[in-house]
């Protein structure tokens, strides 16, 4: 069995910053992607930012230039850095995993429980 385990949300003040982090432990073979989506009140789930496990990020329109993914292949371990945190980046943050498992074809997924941020005077 997979998990996804997430540290570091909470409340910031806008224009503040926090650091997010997943790791992911079980019986993985290998990880393919990493990243995080969010999801307000009212509104569906978005991307915030993925990353390979070569170090390729691709990043939400609304985050970029702000946030910045990294990863810790020795750890499987995702980072996401928030900086200039508004008011609308609001909401649960998911980690997701995309993964191979030993002697199975193809690549399987999975959500850690979420984090709240808030973004708030």
């Known amino acids: 069995q997979v998990q996804l385990v997430e540290f570091g949300g909470g409340l910031v003040q806008p224009g503040g910053s926090l650091r997010l982090s997943c790791a992911a432990s079980g019986d993985i073979f290998r990880i393919n992607t990493m990243g995080w989506y969010r999801q307000a009140p009212g509104k569906q789930r978005e991307l915030v930012a993925h990353?390979?496990?070569?170090?390729?990020?691709t990043y939400g329109d609304s985050v970029k230039g702000r946030f910045t993914i990294s990863y810790d292949n020795a750890r499987d371990t995702v980072y996401l850095q928030m900086n200039s945190l508004k008011p609308e980046d609001t909401a649960v943050y998911y980690c997701?995993?995309?993964?191979?498992?030993?002697?199975?074809?193809?690549?399987?997924?999975?959500w850690g429980q979420g984090t709240q941020v808030t973004v708030s005077s």
């Open positions: 997701n995993a995309d993964f191979y498992l030993p002697e199975v074809t193809g690549t399987t997924e999975s």
């Open positions: 990353i390979t496990s070569g170090g390729s990020p």
